[in-house]
């Protein structure tokens, strides 16, 4: 996804700044479209280990760190809510892979998908077409694409830090059924947990949610990192000259400054539960 969160928060020129949010939107662009990415479901970097009650699905083989990113919101994380959800959204839905482990979870709702991304949208329609009544939408903006009060469980892998969690939790409230469960992952670059979940604590008071939880799955997201390092490396090595380096620093590939942050322990990944009441 393109990385929003930097170029809002550069400090280079105007002009600068959108020449860097036009590459960034064509480097997301040309990935789905002609990097190894194209034949992937999913978009995020994944999380280590496997829960015991994980659902190994046939469709998603080789793709089970980045599947199990949605287990641990669509399951682990709200277990204690027993969620029954009608409809579910995925915000940043990428290519679907969420939405079909999430439809072997829930097998009667339905699925709702949104992503800023076409190519990836108009591949998630293909990939659930066999779903009645799946829905995928083209995103544009700050603005969750879909009506007010139209699913009881909103999820999101990475795609809240690209909106400013304000933003996103508000979006994901007006979303979100009396009753409704928003549940959520992200990350960023040199991030404070006291801080993130401070915002976030605020921002459910200012939209009347209850807060059930937070997480710092740093330690797992960087698991998963360390153990896809081979495959990420054989599948950069065929994405096309320019975007290889974006493709790197996407992947947060050893030598990058993404990588190290990492290994420092520098980074923030986080989870988090909301709840409309």
Not at 65 to 72: D, K, R
Not at 124 to 139: D, K, S, Y
Not at 178 to 199: K, L, M, N, V
Not at 244 to 257: C, F, N, V
Request: net charge positive; with cysteine.
């Amino acid at each position: 996804m393109p990385d929003l969160v930097r170029i809002r928060q550069s400090a280079a020129p105007l002009a600068v700044r959108l020449s860097l949010l036009a590459f960034d939107l064509a480097a997301y662009e040309m990935l789905y479209r002609f990097s190894p990415v194209r034949n992937k479901r999913f978009f995020n970097g994944g999380y280590l280990p496997l829960s015991p009650d994980f659902a190994h699905l046939p469709e998603l083989r080789g793709e089970e760190a980045s599947a199990m990113m949605y287990h641990l919101l669509l399951r682990d994380m709200v277990r204690p809510l027993a969620p029954s959800p009608a409809a579910i959204l995925d915000v940043g839905c990428g290519q679907g892979g969420g939405l079909l482990y999430a439809r072997h979870l829930f097998p009667r709702a339905r699925l709702m998908g949104t992503d800023r991304n076409a190519t990836a949208t108009r591949k998630a329609a293909r990939a659930l077409a066999h779903c009645p009544g799946a829905t995928f939408v083209t995103g544009k903006g700050d603005r969750i694409a879909f009506a007010s009060d139209c699913a009881d469980f909103v999820i999101s892998v990475g795609a809240p830090t690209y909106f400013g969690l304000p933003a996103f939790v508000a979006e994901a409230a007006r979303c979100c059924r009396p009753g409704g469960i928003i549940a959520f992952s992200g990350g960023y670059r040199q991030g404070d947990h006291g801080a993130i979940e401070a915002e976030l604590r605020a921002a459910a008071a200012e939209n009347g949610l209850i807060f059930h939880a937070y997480a710092d799955i740093t330690p797992r997201t960087f698991d998963a990192l360390r153990a896809d390092i081979p495959r990420r490396e054989a599948e950069l090595a065929r994405v096309p000259w320019p975007f290889r380096l974006y493709g790197r620093k996407w992947a947060d590939m050893p030598g990058t400054p993404e990588y190290e942050e990492y290994a420092t322990g520098r980074r923030a990944d986080f989870a988090a539960v909301l709840q409309r009441p």
